[in-house]
């Protein structure tokens, strides 16, 4: 994915710089160190530590996969309504204010999107995600929850916890 945005970075260079449009090249030029950067940590510190606990079998390492590569997806779309249906539903339930009906997944999603810090997080647990994509998290003795544990804290994100909720798992 990192190698698409260089790609589509370095493209948008190149269309646009035989014009006069110096604000559009500037702009470009620091997507591209940003791009490279984002690669140069991905590739330097885009790995998981080990943790305690039983490592996932190749069953739940795969449900995990999808679910990381749905989430991924997701993120990079920036779209609030699937953010909200990789919360669990229960969370999502109790977070309304007592005496107040219970919030929806759609309603949910619009409080995600409200967030002042939303740009911030999004990037953030993308990045965690892309981390841990390829790595094999410690399961818990019961099997429903799921802990990625990143080498190198991503702003305040130093590991990512999955929880299974009825067959289901859920980014907690």
């Not at 984002?38 to 590739?43: K, P, T």
Request: charged letters at 15%.
């Amino acid at each position: 994915m990192v190698v698409v945005l260089l790609l589509a970075v370095a493209y948008g260079l190149n269309q646009c710089a035989d014009t006069s449009d110096t604000a559009t090249l500037t702009a470009l030029k620091t997507d591209l160190a940003q791009a490279k950067a984002s690669a140069n940590g991905a590739a330097t510190g885009a790995t998981a530590v080990a943790n305690p606990g039983t490592p996932a079998t190749a069953a739940q390492q795969a449900e995990l996969k999808q679910v990381i590569a749905q989430a991924i997806n997701i993120y990079v779309a920036q779209d609030y309504g699937g953010m909200a249906t990789l919360t669990d539903p229960e969370l999502i339930k109790n977070l309304s204010a007592s005496g107040q009906p219970a919030l929806t997944t759609g309603e949910y999603a619009k409080v995600l999107s409200q967030r002042p810090d939303a740009p911030t997080t999004i990037a953030q647990t993308l990045q965690a995600l892309l981390y841990i994509q390829d790595e094999t998290p410690a399961i818990s003795a019961d099997g429903t929850r799921a802990v990625y544990s990143l080498n190198r804290p991503v702003g305040k994100i130093s590991q990512m916890v999955f929880k299974k909720v009825g067959g289901t798992w859920y980014m907690d």
